[in-house]
T-cell receptor, first 110, second 114 residues
Framework: TQLLEQSPQFLSIQEGENLTVYCNSS?????LQWYRQEPGEGPVLLVT?????EVKKLKRLTFQFGDARKDSSLHITAAQPGDTGLYLC??????????FGDGTTLTVKP | KAGVTQTPRYLIKTRGQQVTLSCSPI?????VSWYQQTPGQGLQFLFE???????NKGNFPGRFSGRQFSNSRSEMNVSTLELGDSALYLC?????????????FGEGSRLTVL
């Protein structure tokens, strides 16, 4: 069974601060996704990383896939209250059976 | 392009009852997956359907079942409800050409069992 561990579980910061969320596994994934979920909504896909060492940027969010494709990180620069939400990483060989991490709950205070 | 639509959004049932949840995927998406989300267990995979066939199944009891219709719409059913079944049930659709495991989720059906 492939497991994904996310850290930290909870993160509360002030607006303007930087933060990094980690997603680690002992298994190799062919691809890894990051999602953000707001209360009362379903997760929304942010990015997919496929190649070991790959770095993708989405405005103030930077995603990195580990060289061995076992881990990933999400870095947010100058966090804003609108970044508040549950961040989930997920991996899987196919769309039908993705494994999700437990998530990181981020609160950005104005 | 319309997103994934789940109905109902909220429902309350009592123990022992059964419930049916519906999901309409994004047009052109043939794979539909169901997940259960609870505060303690996170997102747990229930099952996935593709072209009306169950292709993958998670570790849930037989009380949880599903099906997919020829138009790719899917339903899941939970029989003999237990208090622990209270959760947000999420449906996600994807297409075979999606990179890796990209999923597009609906807003979920919030089930409360009393």
């Amino acid at each position: 069974t492939q497991l994904l561990e996310q850290s930290p579980q909870f993160l509360s910061i002030q607006e303007g601060e930087n933060l990094t969320v980690y997603c680690n596994s002992s298994s190799v994934f062919s691809s890894l996704q990051w999602y953000r979920q707001e209360p009362g909504e379903g997760p929304v896909l942010l990015v997919t990383v496929v190649t070991g060492g790959e770095v993708k940027k989405l405005k103030r969010l930077t995603f990195q896939f580990g060289d061995a494709r076992k881990d990933s990180s999400l870095h947010i620069t100058a966090a804003q209250p609108g970044d508040t939400g549950l961040y989930l990483c997920a991996g899987g060989a196919n769309a039908g059976k993705s494994t999700f991490g437990d998530g990181t709950t981020l609160t950005v205070k104005p | 392009k319309a997103g994934v639509t789940q109905t109902p959004r909220y429902l309350i049932k009592t123990r022992g009852q059964q419930v049916t949840l519906s999901c309409s995927p994004i047009s052109g998406h043939r794979s539909v997956s169901w997940y259960q989300q609870t505060p303690g267990q996170g997102l747990q995979f229930l099952f996935e359907y593709f072209s009306e066939t169950q292709r993958n199944k998670g570790n849930f009891p037989g009380r949880f079942s599903g099906r997919q219709f020829s138009n790719s719409r899917s339903e899941m059913n939970v029989s003999t409800l237990e208090l622990g079944d209270s959760a947000l049930y999420l449906c996600a659709s994807s297409q075979e050409t999606s990179r890796g495991g990209e999923l597009f989720f609906g807003e979920g059906s919030r089930l409360t069992v009393l």
